[in-house]
């Protein structure tokens, strides 16, 4: 047989470059990689905004706390019980800036028990976060 005829085409293949068969499908592995590549982007994006603003919860119900274990257990029910407090760039489901409220529990004259409640939004999904901590009164 001749240098570059049918059969010799056939046996060992062609060299003219990829066809449009071949370029469509490696486009759409191309397309398919990438889409899963931005999910993952916002995903990560999600979980870092989260983490973040958990970590501003976390020190506002810290630094409330501390400010109740320095007050008098006895005045601790009539400063404390009831309020609510704001935490700086977040915003409550009904869109008002408390994010934080503090219910003190008297069930025991001594031991009182004082909850911090957090309530905050993330884009529009709702997050919580709840502290406790355990007051000896001994004026109880």
Known sequence: MRKGTRATWFLHGRSDGLTLVETVVAAAVIVVGLLGLASVLVSVSH???????????LSACEALLEQIKGAQPDVVPLVYHGTTHPVPGLTDPDGGEDVLTVTVSETN?????????????IGTREESLSMTLEIYNPNG
């Open 47 to 57: 979980a870092r905004q989260q983490s973040e603003t958990r970590t501003t919860v």
């Open 109 to 121: 004259p001594m031991l009182l028990v004082v909850r911090i409640d957090a309530l905050w939004l």
